[in-house]
């Protein structure tokens, strides 16, 4: 099994909170465990730690992290870092070697990225060589280098969950 933490550089609290929301959002829908905010914003931490205890599942959100310093930590403790841009060797070419890692942190950025992080990166990642949603390199990555369909990932201890139909909704409610 795979461990997948997002590291979430350049949050601009007035301009990014929904795109940071669904970055983290849609990291825990497709399978990582977290995510870490190169920026303080607890609101950000509160609503999707939030929708992780009505959906399910252990997702985290820790505010406010330096965000070298996490990276020298998480490669301390052998894990790969992957950087999602525009600009790297294309996703299809690097695919089976990131599905390799036990553990991985994929890092996207909102604003311009510091340089620094170019180089610390195992791989620099192009996802699609034009400007896109850094919540669709998330998702296009997660789905990519996943062992199982992520899209059937189903997470347990949750409030809420949705019944699979083929017309209609049914969401079942816990107590």
Not at 41 to 49: G, L, R
Not at 64 to 90: F, P, Q, T
Request: aromatic share 6%.
């Amino acid at each position: 099994m795979q461990r997948i933490v997002i590291l979430r550089l350049g949050h601009r609290a007035f301009r990014d909170k929904r795109i940071t929301t669904h970055v983290g959002l849609t990291a825990r829908a497709l399978g990582a465990e977290g995510m870490l905010l190169a920026s303080d914003d607890p609101s950000i931490k509160q609503n999707i730690e939030d929708v992780a205890a009505r959906w399910g599942g252990d997702f985290y959100v820790t505010n406010d992290v330096n965000w070298k310093h996490e990276i020298r930590k998480w490669k301390d403790a052998g894990g790969k870092v992957c950087h999602l841009s525009m600009y790297g060797i294309n996703l299809p070419d690097a695919v089976d070697e990131i599905r390799q890692c036990e553990q991985l942190m994929i890092v996207v950025g909102a604003e311009k990225v510091p340089s620094e992080i170019y180089d610390l990166a195992d791989w620099n990642i192009a996802v699609g060589n034009q400007p896109h949603s850094e919540v669709a390199a998330i998702a296009i990555t997660m789905d990519r280098i996943a062992a199982m369909d992520p899209l059937k990932n189903q997470l347990s201890g949750g409030q809420l969950s949705i019944v699979p139909m083929e017309r209609g909704k049914k969401v079942i409610e816990r107590q």
